[in-house]
């Protein structure tokens, strides 16, 4: 997980340092909705860390993957309120129909549902919100 963190802060120091030149080209807001997309993207890399966890404990606590969930649906509305971009709006309802599929598989008694379409789906987030 410090791998991914540090790749992203990578992509957003590069993506400051580019400002400059962009804003000019490109505006502030696109650059500012990409960075949003981006810290949005991280935290719900963290949720999915949090739902992995939770997962493995579904027969003890299933409340805690039910929130771990609950936080990635929020963090997934705020990625969609502030872009129009198709890939990352393809990524969010893929991600999306990944969490779904996690939370009925729990409602339906299953104990260790497979969150790693949940992983692929955010990784694909992290990579399209990457500027």
């Not at 810290?39 to 771990?68: G, K, W």
């Amino acid at each position: 997980m410090a791998a991914r963190h540090r790749r992203i802060a990578t992509a957003v120091a590069t993506a400051l340092i580019a400002v400059p030149a962009a804003a000019g080209l490109v505006g502030c807001d696109a650059v500012s909705k990409a960075l949003d997309c981006v810290q949005t993207a991280d935290t719900i890399a963290d949720s999915v860390t949090d739902l992995q966890q939770a997962v493995e404990n579904a027969a003890d606590n299933p409340a805690e993957a039910d929130r771990a969930l609950d936080d990635i649906g929020k963090n997934l509305d705020k990625i969609s309120d502030k872009t129009d971009d198709t890939d990352v709006n393809k990524a969010v309802d893929d991600l999306d129909k990944a969490v779904d599929n996690v939370r009925e598989a729990i409602k339906n008694g299953d104990d260790t549902p497979d969150v790693g379409p949940v992983t692929d789906a955010a990784g694909e987030l992290t990579k399209v919100c990457t500027p």
